[in-house]
């Protein structure tokens, strides 16, 4: 099993920049893909980005090509978020989830483990 933590969520203005990461712990973050989900109040979870074991692989939510990145160190077991040009509507509570799939996963139902989430909100 793995066990992962969200964390770098905060206030930030439009147009500015967060850098998320999620932190694991347990089996080694190699053994799974990973991706990134979010959460606006009264909305469903969505997937922003997926990533492969090796991080070669990545997939993005139409709303944020361009904008975020999804990147992965494996020696430092963390998967990161980097999110720029940030929009009202990317505020969200952000998840980090892995599954033991090898290439990047964009349905939900895929992955096994969660974190907790971390708040992202933006303001005008």
């Known amino acids: 099993q793995v066990q992962l933590v969200e964390s770098g969520g905060g206030l930030v203005q439009a147009g500015g920049s967060l850098r998320l990461s999620c932190a694991a712990s347990g089996r080694t973050s190699s053994n799974y893909a990973m991706g990134w989900f979010r959460q606006a109040p009264g909305k469903e979870r969505e997937l922003v980005a997926a990533i492969s074991r090796s991080g070669g692989r990545t997939s993005y939510a139409d709303s944020v090509k361009g904008r975020f990145t999804i990147s992965r160190d494996n020696a430092k077991n963390t998967m990161y978020l980097q999110m720029n040009s940030l929009k009202v509507e990317d505020t969200a509570v952000y998840y980090c989830?892995?599954?033991?799939?090898?290439?990047?996963?964009?349905?939900?139902?895929?992955?096994?483990?969660w974190g907790q989430g971390t708040q992202v909100s933006v303001s005008s």
């Open positions: 989830a892995a599954t033991e799939a090898v290439g990047p996963r964009t349905s939900q139902i895929a992955y096994n483990y």
